[in-house]
């Protein structure tokens, strides 16, 4: 039997943070990579692909040994001579949470859709199970790229891929609130899966309150909904029918929130590849988020995680 497929798409960047001893340290890193290796980690018999695009540059020929030995494949991956990766840095408040400086703009990840036309590569794809992207994949695109992008999507579902969708929304990617919402409802509208935060919605369209994001996701047919909370914890709904609801446990210290929504995706979507219910899914997804705030970085050290994992799923 083949292993279940994941495919990711999205930017990985080069990540720069300062550690404890005030050095700058570098490391590789972004939403949708980001939460492709947790579910790799969590589920190893993934087989996990990421699609982006890179450069020549060397911090691009660094970036995918890097995935080589996370597990991540990258045969799909496409290389621009003309455009280089990006790189952000993370600054984080004394409770740890986060913010991005950005050096992204014509990354060659922006190019993507450009590179999978001029290589016509789509057709030598495989199936996939599962299909995963973010707000931010979206928003890094030109506005053309934008629609071309969304019908990949649509083609890929119509083969029988499921799609999961995660909004990630980053103001500064949009000219307003109103361009965001468009490809935010284009996106809803293409997925099958989806894992908002309340302040994705609330700082969007207002919502206060989960009732108002479940209906407005069931206006766009979307099937599954895990909304994540904050404190509250995190709702689940299918069909807009409500299914679980999972309080929120804090980790011991918030060292660094970056990649707490992308180390939740990714666990959860790998549980539900392996058909744990969406409550377990949760549990787990929330229990790997709260290790990875605990850490410096999007990508918490292998060794860390995998004895955290072992700890976990042993308690289950
Ligand atoms: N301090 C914390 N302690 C324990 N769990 C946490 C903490 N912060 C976040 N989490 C877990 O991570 C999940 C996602 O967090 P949050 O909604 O803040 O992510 P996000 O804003 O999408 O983050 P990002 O975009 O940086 O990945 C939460 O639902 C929760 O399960
Ligand atoms: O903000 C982005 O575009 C990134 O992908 C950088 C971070 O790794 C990501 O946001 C963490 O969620």
Known sequence: MRNPSLLAIGECMVELSVNSQNSLQHSFAG???????????????IDCFFLSGIGQDMFSSMMTKH????????????SSPEHNVGIYAIKNDPNGERQFDYWRKNSAATQLMSLIEQSDSESTWPHFDLVYFSGISLGILAEDDKSRFIDLIKRLRSKGSKIAFDPNYRPKMWTGKAHAIKWLEAAYGVSDIVLPGTEDHQDLLGHTGVEEIVSYCTKHQVSELVIKAGKQGVFAFENAQAVCHV?????????????????????????????????????QASGAAGLVVQHQGAIVEHSIFDVFRQQFTQAL
């Open 31 to 45: 939403d949708t990579y980001n939460s492709l290796v947790y579910a790799k980690r969590w589920q190893p018999e």
């Open 247 to 283: 309080p929120f446990t804090p980790a011991k210290v918030q060292r660094d929130t970056t990649a707490a929504g992308d180390s939740f995706a990714g666990v959860y979507l790998a549980c539900r590849m392996a058909n744990k219910d969406v409550q377990s899914a949760i549990e």
């Open 67 to 78: 995935w080589q030995k996370h597990g991540i494949h990258s045969q799909f991956t496409l």
